[in-house]
Each structure stands twice: as C-alpha cells, then as structure tokens.
C-alpha cells in the first residue's frame, strides 16, 4: 500500500489578507515558515520513499522546508495547483461576496453547483488530483510518499476516499495551513494528524 502523506502549504500573505489564491501565488509568512518547521519535526518520524509538490511557490517552499533534512528531489507536478479561480484569484473575500453574491455563497455552501468564473470545477480538480495520486501509487506501490498541495484539491481528493459528496467539500476537518493527513491507498483510510 501507498501511504500518502498529504500536506497542505503554510500560512501565506493573501491568506492573512482575505484574498483567494488559486492558481496566483503568494509567499509564505514568517508564521508559515514555523508552521512548516514545526510539521517537519513530526515528519520526521517517517521514512520517506518520495516528494511530490505543486509547481505554486508557496507549496514548492513548504516542500523545500519539511526535506531540508533529507536527501530528497521534489517532483514538481502542476496538476497539483490549487483550483483555478479565474476571475477570482487575487481579490478579497469582501469583494467578491459583494460582487458575487449568489456564485460565492455556492462556493462555499454549496460547491457542487459552483460556477467557476474563468476557472474549474471542483469536479475538475477532483479528478486531476486523483490520476496525480493513481500515477504515485503505480510508481510506488508499498511506500510513504509526501504531497505537499493546497486546501481545495485536497479536500476534493478525500472527499473521493470517505465516498462523500462535493457539496460536503468545506464541511469539516479544516485542512489548516501546514497540515498533515494521512491516506492509505489500499483502504482508502483517512487519519488528521497536524
């Protein structure tokens, strides 16, 4: 069995500002830099076969932080970025529910009838997300493999292994910044650890 170790990148600036990232990028914070290294201490514990990252510098960073330790390459996998927001990214919650209204609260409440404005579904995410995790359980069938993403493609992708639905997409657990969950391929089992 493949154990994913699926992490997701640190506190970034356009988090502590409100906005949507999506595909755009914004640096880690100094807390996000802790969270990282305080989540390493945990990984550690853990023989890592491989790395696989989003090609978003935020998740490449968290990456290139938890591995400072090892001597491991990252694989850099686009189809790991976070859901693209189209017209979204870049802008403040506030605005976008006073602009939005309807299409925000379905993101939120209701995201299986999103409408993505110049972006993707989360339909679409979800099974990007899972032919990425397929080709690493092919590769590395009985090995621990870290994968470092964002909030959105890694709900989308547990999601998938509870059987649960879309719209339960933001229903709790919280994937806070710099968590770590941990999935079993073979049963699909799911544990939060961080």
Same mark, same amino acid.
Request: net charge negative; with cysteine; aromatic share 8%.
């Given at each position: ?25 914004? $640096?880690?914070? /100094? %807390?996000?830099? *802790? ?7 945990? !990984?550690?514990?853990?023989?890592? =076969? ?66 993505? $404005?110049?972006? /993707? %579904?989360?339909? *679409? ?7 990425? !995790?397929?080709?690493?359980?092919? =590769? ?55």
């Amino acid at each position: 069995m493949t154990v994913f170790f699926l992490v997701r990148h640190g506190e970034t600036r356009w988090n502590r500002q409100g906005r949507m990232q999506g595909r755009k990028d914004s $640096p880690l914070t /100094e %807390t996000g830099v *802790e969270q990282v290294r305080d989540l390493r201490e945990t !990984l550690n514990e853990f023989d890592l =076969k491989a790395a696989y990252s989003s090609t978003a510098g935020r998740a490449l960073r968290t990456a290139e932080i938890l591995l400072e330790d090892r001597e491991l390459s990252i694989t850099k996998e686009s189809d790991l970025k976070e859901i693209d927001l189209g017209d979204w990214e870049g802008k403040k919650f506030d605005h976008l529910k006073e602009a939005y209204p309807k299409n925000f609260q379905m993101f939120w409440e209701d995201p299986e009838k999103y409408i993505p $404005p110049g972006g /993707e %579904t989360v339909e *679409e995410v979800q099974e990007r997300g899972l032919r990425v !995790l397929e080709d690493i359980h092919r =590769k590395y069938p009985d090995e621990n493999v870290l994968v470092v993403s964002h909030s959105c493609i890694l709900k989308a992708i547990l999601l998938h292994h509870s059987e649960r639905p879309i719209k339960d997409l933001w229903k709790p657990p919280e994937l806070k910044p710099a968590s770590l969950t941990l999935l079993d391929s073979t049963t699909s089992e799911v544990s939060y650890h961080h």
